[in-house]
């Protein structure tokens, strides 16, 4: 896509994302955008990241390790795909905050690792919320009895909770999936005694909803790229 037009796309992005914040009452500075660059060459990110973006999400570790390298050293680079066990120990020097933490087994070995390579990623806990059996993300009775081991871990800052809802026909088929991770958030919080800020939550088709629901930081691809082929 040109230029121009990704450059256009992220400002109107970044306009709604400030309206639905305006709209429920929160501070656009309290909702992050993550740019998902994943499919998408460096020249196409460079663009983004000319227009003054900072943060971009990668769902894979090989094709961040691509990607990376050649482009300016400012920007932070989010991990948002599932991370495999023998990917941990490449990914951590590359993305300072992982999206998609799942089980306990996969947060020590992490948690190990980061503490290794002096390192302290940013982490949430991705949340399967409907039981789907094709997607990653802890199951709420796991996540339940994991938590209190999981806020003792030392090599990783539990910044909260994540989700990919099941797909939806419209955006407002969304909201109920964003408020329940909101209060499974509010739950934990209540659960471990410490405070869990962080709500991963919204995509191109909804990061509006995903707002006014509570997201602090919504992960928007296509609606800046334009449709993904790969
Ligand atoms: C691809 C992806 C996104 C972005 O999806 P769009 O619909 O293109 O905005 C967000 N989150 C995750 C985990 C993804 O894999």
Known sequence: MMADVIADNLLEVRQR??????KSGRSASDC????VSKTWPAENVAQVAAAGQLSFGENKVQEAE?????LPSHLHWHLIGHLQRNKVR?????FDTIHSIDSLKLARYTSNIAVELDLKPQVYLQVNLAGEQ???GYDLES?????EQLLELQGIQIQGLMCIPPVAATPEDARPWFAQLRNLRDH????GGQSLPGLSMGMSGDYE????EGSTIVRVGSAIFGKRYA
Not at 143 to 147: G, I
Not at 209 to 212: D, K, L, P
């Open 90 to 94: 490449k990914a951590l020097p590359l």
């Open 209 to 212: 909803v995903a707002i006014e």
């Open 143 to 147: 996540l339940h009895a994991d938590f």
């Open 66 to 70: 691509g990607k990376i390298p050649s």
């Open 32 to 35: 992050e955008l993550l740019v």
């Open 134 to 136: 094709s997607k990653d």
């Open 17 to 22: 994302v400030q309206q639905a914040a305006e």
């Open 188 to 191: 934990l919080e209540s659960q």
